[in-house]
């Protein structure tokens, strides 16, 4: 298993949930769970193999020995499943705030949607809060999934700010929301 060099921890485990640095093994169904889901990210272009292969090469694997990595990326399971894949990005470690990403097996978000997120969302705040000692989680995200601000405003994130007419969507334009949490003293 891969291991993150500033991580105390290398998994964070809640029930039969858990989070563990990316495996090199889930890159393709990250890839086609990205492509499916191309409508709520900003990802231009469905990806390739040879792409997928050339980011986890060039990009994911040097990850893990960097001080202050840029983002840290994890393979979400359930058992020993990868269900998700998520992590943060845009780290800002002068600041001490990161952005939230997942994206969840696309098969299993009609039925559970909520229960992954809640789960995937008390992993990765314990990475970020207590492990890393961050003060701020973020998240962006174009206002397509109202399902998704319940999960957050559970979790007590707080909407902090709405871009109006913000990304370019099927021939529209649609807003962008931006949630945050502080972490609790």
């Known amino acids: 298993m891969n291991s993150y060099k500033i991580l105390q921890k290398q998994c964070f485990q809640d029930g039969e949930f858990k989070l563990i640095p990316i495996r090199h093994q889930d890159r393709y169904d990250i890839m086609r769970w990205r492509n499916e889901q191309m409508y ?37 399971l359930e058992g020993e499943q990868c269900i998700g894949y998520g992590g943060l990005v845009h780290i800002n470690w002068k600041d001490k705030n990161a952005e939230l990403s997942f994206i969840m097996n696309t098969a299993l978000e009609k039925q559970r949607f909520h229960e992954i997120w809640h789960a995937y969302l008390e992993l990765i705040e314990k990475v970020a809060f207590e492990d890393l000692g961050l003060h701020k989680l973020y998240t962006y995200a174009f206002d397509l999934r109202p399902c998704l601000y319940k999960v957050f405003e559970d979790k007590r994130y707080v909407e902090d700010a709405r871009l109006r007419d913000h990304v370019a969507l099927n021939g529209g334009f649609a807003d962008v929301i931006i949630h945050s949490k502080i972490r609790q003293k």
């Open 40 to 76: 709520h990210l900003r990802q231009s272009k469905s990806l390739t193999e040879a792409e997928q292969d050339r980011y986890f090469d060039e990009v994911v694997n040097k990850l893990f020995d960097q001080e202050q990595p840029e983002q840290i990326l994890f393979s979400f």
